[in-house]
């Protein structure tokens, strides 16, 4: 009779160890299963969400799988996956309001009162139609466009925290879009400037821009998409049985490298040497020495105590590879930097037009997506040209001139809350090289928004979108730990 419980002891263990196996077993099933469907959601994104135009034929599908994406998802959101990111929620549903609340009938006496309506109450009282309501916003039609543009990155938000998306497999699934667009891209220039790989009719023809349609947008989400690829490289490095990783990375990098280098974006050259700079600053801060490592890590344990033969190798590579781009001349980027630009003449020259707007509508905003139509009101004689103007060409200040004080304070709620998160990490020893990585990532994308405007194709929404839900979890993570 001793040995019966023994017994039943025993066999108590392997049901719990049965169980435990079957636990794990199933949760690698559900994060590859969530994997694979964000994945998909990610690469039908990228395929028809890479113009920021609000006439793009692409959008028509695009928008209609996000709304049911969005439908879908609500049934596995949860009270407890809401809670731990309120702080995106409250943030995308104060914008989603904001625009919103632009778009509500406004009686007569207060609509007029509102800065450049006079000529149009003039036409009223010559019309009768004085007591017409109309809404904030001085192009209604636009503002609706926005309104239903938040489906995608709605949809990006809430598929992800519904599906329970760490971190590593957003920015894993990011790095692979990278890789994608540098591939398009290089089918795109091999086959001249009538490929049919190019998705847009309107676009950089020539240049390697991928699933985008401007080429300043596809060298700025290269240079992001190589910031990503150093992170996963160097936590590849750092954690056991990653030797495929380990080999993956380095090479992505530079495939991505060497086809943003034969695109024709200043900026993007600049944002590609950034983020090449920053790699390497990542590379030599992060943690060299890793223990349990066996007799066959021998030369990877030789190299890292090596720091400068790591250090150099990438940096000989890259100098070797920027200059016979340039001696062939294969580099137009670099070779424009001395050239005379007409479209950043043009920058400097909106920039009085852009302060005017500012001054009168400040406050309330013009309504998000009408930069288009009051730009006409203010257009001085003098730019007047057979193209037209669709952006302010900073997105910071249109931002605000079509959202006013409020988008503005929005704006900052969410500076203040990077810098708080970022600021935090940075505090921690072991966390510093993810602290560069998330401070130059988004350095990256707010730059090229003061010369351009990225955040408005809905690839790039998804794309910060998911950035910005992974440094919430990556953070919390790290207070976990």
């Known amino acids: 009779m001793a040995a019966q419980p023994e017994f039943i002891g025993t066999k108590s263990k392997m049901g719990v160890s049965h169980e435990g196996e079957e636990s794990k077993g199933s949760m690698r099933t559900g994060v590859g299963r969530g994997m694979i469907i964000l994945g998909i959601f990610a690469f039908f994104v990228a395929l028809t ?6 006439d793009a034929m692409q959008i028509i599908p695009l928008r209609t799988l996000s709304a049911l994406v969005i439908a879908s998802s609500l049934f596995f959101l949860t009270k407890e996956k809401l809670e731990a990111e309120r702080a995106l929620f409250l943030m995308f549903g104060s914008f989603a309001l904001l625009v919103a609340l632009q778009l509500v009938p406004l009686p007569p006496w207060l609509w007029q009162r509102l800065p450049e309506r006079l000529e149009v109450s003039q036409l009223d009282a010559a019309l009768g139609l004085e007591e017409i309501w109309r809404p904030l916003t001085l192009a209604p039609m636009r503002t609706w ?4 543009s938040l489906v995608v990155p709605g949809a990006a938000l809430v598929l992800a925290i519904a599906l329970r998306a760490s971190s590593m497999m957003l920015l894993r699934i990011i790095a692979g879009l990278g890789v994608l667009n540098a591939l398009l891209g290089l089918l795109q220039i091999a ?3 009538s490929s049919a790989f190019y998705i847009y009719e309107i676009t ?4 390697p821009v991928g699933f985008l349609a401007s080429e300043n947008h596809a060298s700025i989400f290269a240079a992001c998409s190589m910031l990503v690829v150093t992170l996963l490289g160097l936590r590849a490095r750092n954690a056991p049985y990653n030797s495929w990783e380990t080999l993956v990375y380095p090479v992505a990098f530079f495939f991505i490298l060497f086809v943003s280098l034969v695109g024709g974006s200043r900026a993007g050259f600049l944002a590609a040497i950034g983020a090449v700079l920053v790699s390497m600053i990542m ?3 992060s943690p060299r020495h890793r223990k349990g490592r066996s007799a066959e890590d021998a030369a990877r344990r030789w190299l890292d105590d090596r720091p ?3 250090l150099a190798l990438p940096v000989v590579i890259v100098l070797l590879t920027a200059v016979s781009f340039l001696a062939l ?4 980027a670099f070779r424009d930097i001395l050239a005379s630009d007409s479209l950043a003449d043009l920058r400097w020259s909106l920039w009085p037009v852009i302060v005017a707007i500012l001054e009168n509508h400040w406050l309330l905003g013009t309504g998000f997506g009408s930069f288009e139509q009051v730009y006409h009101i203010y257009e001085p004689s003098a730019l007047l040209m057979p193209q037209y103007i669709n952006q302010a060409h900073n997105d910071w200040a249109q931002f605000v001139i079509e959202g006013g004080v409020w988008a503005g304070l929005l704006l900052i709620v969410l500076l203040v809350w990077m810098v708080k998160v970022i600021g935090a990490m940075a505090l921690r020893r072991t966390h510093r090289v993810d602290a560069i990585f998330w401070m130059s990532l988004f350095a990256i994308i707010a730059a090229a928004s003061v010369i351009d405007y990225p955040l408005r194709t809905p690839l790039f929404q998804l794309v910060t979108v998911w950035f910005l839900l992974a440094l919430s979890r990556h953070t919390r993570d790290i207070k976990t730990t």
């Open 49 to 54: 969400g890479g113009a920021s135009r609000f």
């Open 145 to 148: 466009n926005v309104l239903g």
């Open 191 to 193: 086959s001249g400037r």
């Open 204 to 207: 950089n023809r020539g240049s």
């Open 283 to 285: 590379l030599f801060l």
């Open 308 to 310: 400068r033969i790591v």
């Open 329 to 332: 001349d294969r580099a137009p």
